[in-house]
């Protein structure tokens, strides 16, 4: 889709809702019918409060927190504050996902920042889409997002799975490895990385897939055994632990066999209760540029108990940029905000903060918005092109560290046919 047509869709949608509005008739009520183009921007965010991603939820509802805080001290968008309303996202086990969305759109977002796992965002997509309101997700990672019919709805400032696969699969031969097993996750997270790890890694490797409802893996550690590796990549979430702990049971723990982990599963909690120091020397990717200092010390004054940054940077930005495009398109619904989305992260003079940025606008220049978590640069698919890849190793078994000689800054590679 070009640039032009991706905005007269949204156009197009937009106009179609205020139609509708007019009429006031009938039809499925979770619409952006109270949404008018000089309203406050009401920003829902779907994000796990409970599940097997809740660990993520606390740096990601900060970072949400924080670019609010920081907007409305700064006189807010087309001069009136915005307002996050908080939601869970739960995980596909639940439909929690169903009720939250179906709140916001009740409440007349425009806009959702969520969800963080891929697979609850395949649930509520077409809702959220469907409605005429933006989908900006954080931390979705699932090529399938790419090409997927949102009417230019869908954005993400978290890189495709195409780029953290990459980095994954070359980080195990870049360490040695010449015969990977990868155990992943049967979703469309999980499924999606492992493909892509594979592709990259140069010697031999072999998938090992798991039931994402799962409370036990002997079998499938045991068929990773029998494949007799010389490093290992689990894509997953929590229950990752449990995988671990098979492994160490069975001879092929992180005391045998170097371990990589991957966003889903990089926790500095989860693996706390593991024999002491069995997780020394474990390494993970991460998307997005490390946290700075200065970064952490502002979401630490919004949740003074954060313990780890991930995927803040990317909440953060997703509101900054939901904002920004409101601003420049004079606009709070959705079709305004997506058609400027792209605009306001790309070819203009570079901007870091809200500040920044809106002196730039008001003065009539041309602006690109650059993120905490890297440089933001959207297609015309709602993608980033251009990404950053950190690799993190742990120190004790709740304890990483960046290796920052190792992150990785560099355009997002399209989705294997």
């Known amino acids: 889709m070009t640039r032009s047509s991706r905005v007269r869709s949204v156009a197009v949608l937009g106009a179609a809702l205020l139609v509708l509005a007019g009429c006031g008739g009938g039809g499925d009520e979770a619409t952006t019918e109270e949404v008018s183009t000089d309203a406050p921007l009401l920003i829902g965010s779907l994000l796990p409060e409970t599940g097997s991603l809740a660990f993520l939820g606390p740096p990601e509802f900060a970072g949400v927190d ?12 087309l001069g009136q504050p915005v307002t996050h309303l908080r939601g869970d996202s739960g995980d596909t086990s639940t439909d929690i996902a169903q009720t939250t969305v179906d709140a916001h759109l009740a409440a007349g977002v425009g806009a959702i920042v969520g969800a963080a796992s891929s697979g609850v965002s395949f649930t509520v997509i077409d809702k959220i889409t469907g409605a005429g309101v933006v989908h900006f997700s954080p931390a979705n990672t699932s090529p ?19 780029f953290q696969g990459a980095v994954l699969g070359q980080l195990m031969a870049n360490d040695g490895a010449s015969k990977a097993a990868i155990v992943n996750l049967d979703d469309a997270y999980g499924n999606g990385l492992a493909k892509y790890a594979a592709a990259s890694f140069t010697g031999e490797s072999q998938i090992f897939t798991y039931n994402p409802t799962a409370t036990e893996f002997a079998a499938e550690v045991g068929q990773v055994k029998a494949f007799a590796p010389d490093a290992v990549a689990i894509i997953g979430f929590a229950e990752t632990t449990k995988i671990i702990e098979e492994m160490i ?6 005391d045998n066999v170097p371990i990589y982990l991957v966003d889903g599963n990089l926790s500095t909690t989860a693996f706390a209760e593991l024999p002491e120091g069995i997780m020394t020397g474990v390494k993970a990717t991460l998307p997005g540029a490390f946290a700075p200092e200065e970064f952490q010390q502002r979401l630490l004054g919004i949740d003074p108990n954060l313990t780890d940054f991930s995927y803040a940077a990317e909440s953060y930005d997703a509101v900054m940029l939901i904002a920004l495009a409101a601003e420049l398109g004079g606009g709070t619904d959705g079709a305004t905000i997506a058609a400027n989305l792209q605009d306001a992260s790309s070819s203009g003079e570079k901007c870091f903060d809200w500040a920044s940025c809106k002196a730039l606008l008001d003065a009539g220049t041309d602006f690109d918005y650059d993120g905490v978590s890297g440089p933001v640069e959207f297609d015309a698919n709602g993608e980033p092109t251009v990404a950053t890849m950190g690799i993190y190793e742990y120190t004790a078994n709740n304890a990483i560290r960046p290796l920052a000689d190792q992150f990785i800054t560099g355009a997002v590679p399209a989705p294997l046919p």
């Open 144 to 162: 399938d997002f790419t090409n997927y019919p949102d009417d230019g709805l869908y954005f993400r400032t978290a890189p495709s799975d195409t």
């Open 249 to 254: 049971k069975q001879g092929v723990g992180p």
């Open 66 to 77: 924080l670019a609010v805080e920081e907007i409305n001290s700064a006189g807010g968008v």
